[in-house]
């Protein structure tokens, strides 16, 4: 008996789905109005509802696998999704750069000394690969992939993330409910659901947030809107 989903039953779930689903919406906006309220800094305020609402987005797809009986595959230390590109806008890249140096000093060090040691050796490659137009080429994501670059948080000692509870959208919706080898045997594996839907509803609450703080005279280290339409790929922010 097989005991992994085979790609047409993971089909057959999806489509369950989005009968038994429904996404509470206001789930997310409640964490920003929540942190609107804090006695913090507007910087601190940021800092909290960008992790919060993280953490809601994988609550959400715990919620959506539970509704189907979908139970992910993936398993620690496996990292092949971690040569895919990240895309992510200006305002998240300073989110994630804000929350890494609220580290522990042991941590950040460790952070550091790693992205230096990854643009020395991935540097010039990466010089080529973030000119691949993510808007406008079809293939982008096949030519990134067949590079072989990993994401610069990734450890490739352990094949852990070292911003694990920060990772991106795109990072934390990409899930695997078939035979992982999938992942080992296909660059761009079929079999994978992305819940990179999510996004709308993490970036909308988080846009309400800034206009809120826009109109109340302080964006912080935002500078609203502009970081909300400026988008590169993940090394090109931490470089």
């Known amino acids: 008996m097989n005991a992994f989903l ?15 689903y429904e996404i509470d919406e206001a789930k997310f906006y409640r ?15 940021l800092l909290g509802s960008f992790q919060e609402l993280l953490e809601v987005v994988s609550e959400e797809i715990v919620q959506m ?40 000093e042991e941590r950040q060090t460790r952070i550091h000394k790693h992205l230096r040691n990854y643009f020395e050796q991935y540097g010039k490659e990466l010089e ?7 808007e406008e080429d079809p293939d982008f994501k096949k030519k990134y992939i067949a590079k072989q670059i990993p994401c610069p948080m990734l450890n490739t000692d352990t094949n852990q993330c070292m911003a ?9 919706t990409y899930v695997n409910y078939t035979n992982p080898s999938v992942c080992a045997e296909n660059q761009m594996p ?6 990179e839907f ?4 993490y970036m909308g609450a988080l846009n309400e947030f ?10 912080g280290f935002v500078e609203y809107p502009n970081d909300m339409y400026v988008y590169r790929y993940l090394p090109e922010w931490l470089v």
């Open 190 to 195: 079929k079999e994978p659901i992305s819940y």
């Open 210 to 219: 800034l206009q809120y703080l826009y109109e109340e005279g302080d964006t």
């Open 164 to 172: 694990y509870e920060i990772r991106p959208i795109p990072c934390r």
């Open 198 to 201: 999510l996004y709308n509803e």
């Open 31 to 45: 964490v920003v109005e929540k942190w609107a309220n804090e006695n913090l800094t507007v910087d601190e305020k």
């Open 128 to 134: 080529e690969l973030t000119t691949l137009d993510h």
């Open 65 to 104: 696998e539970e509704a189907v009986q979908l139970k992910p595959t993936c398993q620690m230390g496996c990292a092949f999704c971690c040569y895919f590109p990240i895309i992510i806008n200006e305002m998240e890249a300073k989110l994630m750069k804000n929350a890494i140096a609220r580290m522990p």
């Open 6 to 20: 085979t790609f047409d039953e993971i089909q057959q779930k999806c489509e369950q789905l989005n009968d038994k």
